[in-house]
Nanobody, 114 residues
Framework: VQLQASGGGLVQAGGSLRLSCAASGRSFIGYAMGWFREAPGKERSFVAAISWSGGTYYTDSVKGRFNISRVNANNTVYLQMNSLKPEDTAVYYC?????????WGQGTQVTVSS
């Protein structure tokens, strides 16, 4: 199983980035997919998730700025990040999970300059 994340980079405050994560190696039917982030010196924390049927969930600090979406046919999840703030700087990790299994992708660095 592989989750390949991409789309990170350096952006000024107020800018936008779009992260992508493509999952492969097994069937992901019924799996939720999500994004977590790990800032320097902090623990990995939840950012957003989307269920197989399209229900979305966000941590409070990104509501109204970030949008998560997925294309089930391609096993791909996206995170559109708008109005970025310096405090959004972190390594972002994608995940795919069910009640029985939890998979992580490699991280992609997002740096927001002030």
């Amino acid at each position: 199983v592989q989750l390949q994340a991409s789309g990170g980079g350096l952006v000024q405050a107020g800018g936008s980035l779009r992260l992508s994560c493509a999952a492969s190696g097994r069937s992901f039917i019924g799996y939720a997919m999500g994004w977590f982030r790990e800032a320097p010196g902090k623990e990995r924390s939840f950012v957003a998730a989307i269920s197989w049927s399209g229900g979305t969930y966000y941590t409070d600090s990104v509501k109204g700025r970030f949008n998560i979406s997925r294309v089930n046919a391609n096993n791909t999840v996206y995170l559109q990040m708008n109005s970025l703030k310096p405090e959004d700087t972190a390594v972002y990790y994608c995940s795919a999970y069910s009640s029985a299994y939890y998979y992580w992708g490699q991280g992609t660095q997002v740096t927001v300059s002030s």
